[in-house]
């Protein structure tokens, strides 16, 4: 089993563009969930889904969207970048909901200009 | 709402030291508290949760309801100890993992 795979692991983009994170798990897990990773700030819930075309907004959803449409995929979506969106984020996923173990991805380390 | 609080940025401790990593909650539901553990070019892991009542490469932790705390412990701190350190706090009623602000344990020789 891969796990839990992210791409790209970095990426740099110019304010106002777009990008997809992709993310995917072979596990076979319902929940899924982006998580960015600030300085100071911890790990904090973008977007998350308990199952394939379900998904809910976390703490900071604002300039991301997402969508579920397999078990296996859970992409991320910067509609139009900008500077705060600078972060690492995560991907995770478990078998069952939040209180559930949660499998992490490596990460993407995203930098926009 | 959820909230996971740990006031401490950067705990450093020599090796053999105790050590204490400290974890604040607030959620009026019942909640199911974790740590993870981000070692120097690993991806994040869980630690140990506060159900399985285990103890992990020498780590405890108890949840206190009263203090609303789930702070980790360690009689004995190791080098390989040195870490970034998660509390998260968990609810199957609104299906949210929420992470605190991390704890930087530095463990010196």
């Known amino acids: 089993n891969a796990g839990v795979t992210q791409t790209p692991k970095f990426q740099v983009l110019k304010t106002g563009q777009s990008m997809t994170l992709q993310c995917a798990q072979d596990m076979n897990h319902e929940y899924m969930s982006w998580y960015r990773q600030d300085p100071g700030m911890g790990l904090r819930l973008i977007h998350y889904s308990v199952g394939a075309g379900i998904t809910d907004q976390g703490e900071v959803p604002n300039g991301y969207n997402v969508s579920r449409s397999t078990t296996e995929d859970f992409p991320l979506r910067l509609l139009s970048a900008a500077p705060s969106q600078t972060s690492v984020y995560f991907c995770?996923?478990?078998?069952?909901?939040?209180?559930?173990?949660?499998?992490f991805g490596p990460g993407t380390r995203l930098t926009v200009l | 709402a959820q909230r996971v609080t740990q006031p401490e940025k950067l705990l450093s401790v020599f090796k053999g030291a105790p050590v204490e990593l400290k974890c604040n909650y607030s959620y009026s539901g019942s909640p199911e508290l974790f740590w993870y553990v981000q070692y120097s070019r690993q991806r994040l892991q869980l630690l140990l949760r506060h159900i399985s009542r285990e103890s992990i490469k020498g780590f405890t932790a108890d949840l206190n309801k009263g203090e609303t705390s789930f702070h980790l412990k360690k009689p004995f701190a190791q080098e390989e100890d040195s870490a970034m350190y998660y509390c998260a706090l968990g609810s199957s009623n609104t299906g949210k993992l929420i992470f605190g602000q991390g704890t930087t344990l530095q463990v010196k020789p």
């Open positions: 995770a996923s478990s078998y069952g909901l939040a209180p559930d173990t949660q499998y």
